[in-house]
């Protein structure tokens, strides 16, 4: 069961890990309209290849910037990353190698998240049609266990009227939308979207 871990309305900061503008858009504006000023975290090696990690990027600082938000943008290591999920390639998506890509990239959230004084982060990942909540929420916690003073906010985004909102925005704006969830292993093996997965 996917759990909401904290209520925003008392938080003032959070660290938001971000994949990309369409799925960040609409957190993000839920967040500001209740009053929670997020600090946007752009770590995402797992996408290949690296033309399509600086699209993603660009979009999602063209959108921060005209809310006034700060984007830190991790390094793009991609080799690294590939050590991370040695032998988990033949995976399936939403198999091992899902699992491991979350809790690398959550795992660095939440030392950003603890360099920064910011208790509490949380993820876009959760509104994306590609992911499995469960995994999602199974590495926050991991990640948040890792680092000492940290919190994982889970949420399911896509719930609430977001992923309609997501879509507005996404047309409102113009973004690019990628057609798959970012390493190369998706793109060979794109998932089903059925069931709760299901935009």
Known sequence: MFILLRIFAPMKQILLHCCCAPCASAIIEWMMDNDVRPTLYYCNPNIYPYEEYCIRKEELTRYATRLGLDVIDDDYNHEAWRQQVCGLEEEPERGRRCLQCFKARLLRSAQAAARLGITDFATTLASSRWKSLEQIEEAGLWA????????????????????????????????????????????????ATDGENKE
């Open 144 to 191: 948040a266990s890792m680092v000492e003073g940290t919190r994982f906010v889970a949420r399911n985004w896509r719930k609430g009227g977001l992923q309609q909102r997501r879509n507005e925005l996404l047309r409102e704006n113009g973004f690019y939308n990628q057609q798959y969830c970012g390493c190369e292993f998706s793109i060979r093996k794109p998932p």
